[in-house]
């Protein structure tokens, strides 16, 4: 699947998203207006599951979850940054991180984290709107 057809499905599945909020779908869901259960670890491999609460009781992160926050660090010093050569600075070694965490794991392209710059090649590349087929 190419760059572009990937940006067409990603913003044709937040349009709808959209238009479903927008008409009300998601209001009557189970559990709306509850706080959520931040201890549930049914995503945790059974294997692993002693391991993370050992570590989550000593105040540990798991790697990728370090690296995710450093790399928040990361765009919100390059949000508030004005001098150009130090901008591009700090998008190379946000980049740098992004690359980084991304082949830490084994995942397929499409689900990486994306380096800085996507969404402004996003939105210079013209995207048409009528699917293909």
């Known amino acids: 699947m190419s760059f572009l057809n990937l940006a067409f499905i990603e913003r044709?599945?937040?349009e709808r998203i959209r238009q479903a909020q927008d008409q009300g779908a998601f209001?009557?869901?189970p559990g709306r207006g509850k706080p959520l259960d931040l201890e549930d670890d049914a995503h945790v491999p059974e294997d692993l599951r002693m391991a993370w609460r050992v570590l989550k009781n000593a105040d540990c992160l798991p790697p990728e979850l370090l690296?995710?926050?450093e790399i928040h660090t990361a765009r919100e010093l390059l949000a508030g940054m004005t001098d150009e050569a130090e901008r591009h600075a700090q998008m190379q070694r946000l980049n740098l991180?992004?690359?980084k965490?991304?082949?830490s794991r084994r995942r397929p392209i499409n689900l990486e984290a994306r380096q800085e710059y996507y969404d402004k090649v996003v939105a210079r590349?013209?995207?048409n709107d009528k699917t293909p087929g």
Request: aromatic content about 0%; glycine content about 0%; proline content about 6%.
């Open 12 to 14: 044709l599945a937040e």
């Open 27 to 29: 209001d009557d869901l």
């Open 67 to 69: 690296a995710r926050r």
């Open 97 to 99: 991180m992004i690359t």
């Open 101 to 103: 965490l991304n082949e």
């Open 125 to 127: 590349v013209p995207v």
